[in-house]
């Protein structure tokens, strides 16, 4: 009939789209060579790759039973700089776990439900306290800015954690894609934290991390969030890189990377050799799992949560009892 031939294309295309959106690709031309439709499906890729795209920033959800919540405690003045803690209400000497939100470091918020509703349900019963913290977002602050809000956030759970029963001395940091590539830089170099009074801490896992090595990404072809985020000076690439951070005060590393995606292995693998060059351990964890749900499904997922608190075990002997049960 007229005009079916003309509907096709349109239709056919609309029914492959979200394939390649999940597909996962991590390459694309630079803004200035892709066309629209090129321009719009790196756009749509770029969302699938935030933390939790689709979520209400900042919307609240039912809180297991059992747990105290301190809400927006300040570490600073800009109304982003802002954490939330979620205490045992008998917590006693509980080790902290500190989250960082992912979002092309552009969006995102500590009150995300795929970000904490698993990791309270798992860890808060365990005797654990977790900390979920924003930061300031691109343009108000880069990626090294970022980094720092989150050392003065780590200061500031340090400083803090008696008061809601926890012990600042046992601090582990778990970062989802933008997130992970944060808390990667300030593990890379814990000097940058300890300029704003961060003591040590055990270590760091890495979820999907969004960026190890910058130059890397931003000299191939890569999508446009990256250039809104780290913008077009090598200077400022480099900076901002975990990989050429890398030095041997490094804190202990667990990176888990989707395999259902081209580049965040491959890259998780040269972060590691690097790492171990200079005697620090980073661990790998390949998980077939989109970028997504290796966020969501921890704590609830029993293998791949099992795997993740193997690392967090190794870190030190009463964080290991607590997941024991003890």
């Given at each position: 009939m007229p005009g079916a031939t003309e509907c096709r294309a349109p239709r056919a295309l609309a029914a492959i789209l979200p394939a390649l959106v999940l597909a996962g690709l991590t390459a694309w031309p630079a803004p200035g060579d892709a066309g629209p439709l090129r321009e719009?499906?790196?756009?749509?890729?770029?969302?699938?790759?935030?933390?939790?795209?689709?979520?209400?920033?900042?919307a609240r959800f039912p809180l297991p039973e059992g747990i105290v919540l301190h809400a927006d405690q300040a570490y600073g003045t800009h109304p982003r700089q802002r954490f939330d803690v979620y205490a045992p209400a008998d917590a006693r000497q509980a080790p902290l776990l500190l989250l960082i939100h992912g979002g092309g470091w552009r969006r995102g918020d500590k009150g995300l439900r795929t970000l904490l509703e698993h990791k309270l349900k798992r860890w808060v019963p365990r005797g654990f306290i977790v900390v979920s913290a924003n930061y300031r977002l691109v343009?108000?602050?880069?990626?090294?800015?970022?980094?720092?809000?989150?050392?003065?956030?780590?200061?500031?759970?340090?400083?803090?954690?008696?008061?809601?029963?926890?012990?600042?001395?046992?601090?582990?940091?778990?970062?989802?894609?933008?997130?992970?590539?944060?808390?990667?830089?300030?593990?890379?170099d814990p000097a940058r934290a300890a300029a704003v009074g961060v003591r040590p801490w055990l270590g760091s896992v890495l979820l999907d991390s969004g960026a190890l090595d910058v130059p890397g990404i931003l000299g191939a072809r890569h999508l446009p969030l990256y250039d809104r985020a780290f913008g077009a000076d090598p200077a400022r690439w480099q900076a901002a890189s975990p990989y050429h951070a890398l030095g041997p005060a490094a804190r202990p590393m667990l990176a888990v990377c989707s395999t259902q995606r081209a580049a965040p292995c491959p890259e998780a693998e040269r972060f590691a050799?690097?790492?171990?060059?200079?005697?620090?351990?980073?661990?790998?964890?390949?998980?077939?799992?989109?970028?997504?749900?290796?966020?969501?499904?921890?704590?609830?997922?029993?293998?791949?949560?099992?795997?993740?608190?193997?690392?967090?075990?190794?870190?030190?002997?009463?964080?290991?009892?607590r997941l024991a049960g003890g």
């Open positions: 719009r499906l790196a756009t749509r890729q770029a969302a699938a790759t935030d933390d939790d795209a689709d979520e209400v920033q900042g343009p108000d602050a880069d990626p090294v800015e970022q980094a720092q809000d989150l050392a003065r956030a780590l200061a500031a759970v340090q400083t803090r954690a008696a008061t809601w029963g926890g012990d600042g001395q046992r601090v582990i940091l778990i970062g989802h894609s933008a997130g992970a590539h944060l808390a990667a830089l300030l593990s890379a050799v690097a790492a171990r060059a200079h005697g620090v351990r980073v661990d790998i964890r390949r998980e077939d799992r989109s970028h997504r749900d290796i966020n969501r499904l921890l704590g609830d997922d029993p293998v791949y949560t099992e795997a993740v608190e193997r690392f967090l075990r190794s870190l030190d002997p009463l964080v290991a009892a």
